[in-house]
């Protein structure tokens, strides 16, 4: 058949606009640079020939391995181009450290580069199917965008991998085993003394060089006797955890999530989540841990076969706990007396007194509810969303409690009341006579008769 001129522009033309991404990849492999699995030989100065071999200019570079094992006894340092991608395909092969003292694959980069610099420099690297042992840290990111690890395997080592000012990275179906340190760190390039990592960017500070949204998804967390965490992430916003297992031998916490005074780092969020660590009682602090100033935690559909200890440590944060389905032996909090916290829908929670001071460790927070299904069972203290002038306001399941009386009309009710009210209308207004015992003249009151739409009406009763 005889394509016509104008058939033939146009592909020319289209496949001149396909972006770097969809464009034919550069493919490399080690073997090509010396590399020989299962020898027993030293591996790492072929892969160190084959990251240097990619051409400065391409953008979408395929690694390929074979299945079986390369041995490193040094750190080899992957190239990096902005925008470009690179694909380590690892076909079921495991990249082996003699010892523990160096890292096995980090980027090539100038660590004192400035914080715009390294923005200029974002590139994408995919790792899938590989596996990697031993080590210091096992595999570092540094100033990714949309980077993925998926089906990998990090074993033993002091960390499995390190994401600094990696932007919206995905961990997928990964599994972690008995990492020293922790085994995913989740950081900005700030240096920081509680890890001991140097600064990583020159001018990097918590809110500049975040790590943000990262998802972490279907991973399995099998942690080492005593090592700080599962998951510690510091001075990155909007952690996700979800559909992922914890457990192992005891660790100080499954998960840390602390903004290191970052005034941006203010979301963790968990669901689906299944803790099986043992309880030290001289080493575990918490299972999950988060320390923020006013941020938000949310925490859905926790299975946790750890009782005893605290299971959640949340002071400053506004936490809303949902869905919990089990904890054994009892559960305990730290709200180090602030906080809002909200529990819904939580099963366990109907045989706990929340004034129990068993169920706090420290002081409990000022604002603390819970509510089952429709009814909200019990609400004490206040919060900003809660106080109306000096009231203190209770629910039950069938009426409002004030503990002292005010003035109350159709307006001005929804706007001194909590906000639940907003769930509510007012149907009548009951007048109250009192006598003032300062004054000894007659005050009129009125006692609100509201009801929950769609419900029957309900008192709001006044009490001295």
């Excluded at 941006?264 to 660590?277: A, G, S």
């Excluded at 639940?420 to 109250?432: G, H, N, Q, S």
């Excluded at 015992?437 to 001295?464: F, R, W």
């Amino acid at each position: 058949m005889k394509l016509s001129m104008h058939y033939f522009l146009f592909c020319t033309l289209s496949l001149a606009l396909l972006s770097p991404f969809q464009a034919e990849a550069i493919l490399l492999k080690p073997e090509d640079f010396g590399a020989v699995i299962d020898d027993g030989l030293p591996d790492d100065e072929a892969f160190q020939a084959m990251f240097d071999a990619i051409p400065k200019k391409e953008l979408n570079v395929v690694i390929e391995l074979m299945p079986g094992q390369y041995l490193f006894q040094k750190t080899v340092f992957y190239s990096k181009r902005n925008r470009r991608r690179t694909m380590i395909d690892g076909n079921h092969a495991t990249i082996k450290a003699v010892g523990l003292k160096f890292d096995l694959l980090t980027p090539k980069a100038d660590r004192d580069a400035d914080v715009e610099e390294a923005l200029v420099k974002m590139d994408k690297l995919v790792v899938r199917d590989l596996s990697f042992e031993g080590g210091d840290t096992q595999l570092r990111l540094a100033a990714t965008l949309n980077s993925e690890i998926s089906n990998c395997e990090f074993v033993s080592g002091n960390r499995g991998v390190d994401l600094v000012f990696c932007l919206m990275a995905r961990v997928v179906n990964c599994q972690f085993t008995r990492q020293k340190v922790e085994q995913l760190l989740v950081r900005s390039a700030q240096g920081d003394p509680m890890t001991g990592e140097s600064k990583y960017l020159r001018d990097a500070t918590g809110s500049n060089s975040q790590s943000n949204m990262v998802t972490v998804d279907g991973c399995r967390f099998f942690s080492e006797l005593h090592a700080h965490a599962c998951i510690r992430n510091y001075g990155s916003n909007s952690l996700s955890v979800t559909n992922t297992v914890f457990e192992g031998l005891a660790p100080r916490y499954s998960v840390d999530y602390h903004d290191r005074n970052s005034t941006t780092c203010t979301y963790l969020f968990m669901r689906n989540i299944h803790i099986e660590h043992p309880f030290d009682t001289l080493f575990t602090k918490a299972l999950i841990h988060a320390e923020q100033n006013g941020g938000i935690v949310h925490l859905d559909g926790i299975y946790s076969q750890t009782g005893r200890t605290v299971q959640v440590d949340a002071g400053r944060s506004v936490v809303k706990l949902s869905n919990w389905a089990y904890v054994p032996g009892g559960a305990k909090f730290k709200a180090n007396g602030v906080g809002e916290w909200i529990f819904e829908d939580v099963r366990m929670m109907q045989n706990f007194d929340l004034n129990d001071p068993d169920l706090w460790v420290g002081d409990p927070p000022p604002y603390v509810v819970d509510r089952f299904a429709s009814t909200i069972r019990t609400e004490g203290g206040w919060s900003p969303t809660m106080r109306s002038g000096e009231e203190y306001w209770s629910f039950t399941e069938d009426r409002i409690l004030l503990t002292n009386h005010q003035t109350f009309d159709q307006q001005t009710l929804p706007m001194q009341g909590p906000k639940e009210l907003a769930d509510y209308e007012i149907v009548d207004l009951r007048p109250l006579l009192m006598i003032d015992p300062e004054t000894g003249e007659t005050v009129t009151y009125y006692q609100p008769v509201i009801k929950k739409k769609g419900e029957e009406p309900m008192v709001v009763e006044v009490i001295e």
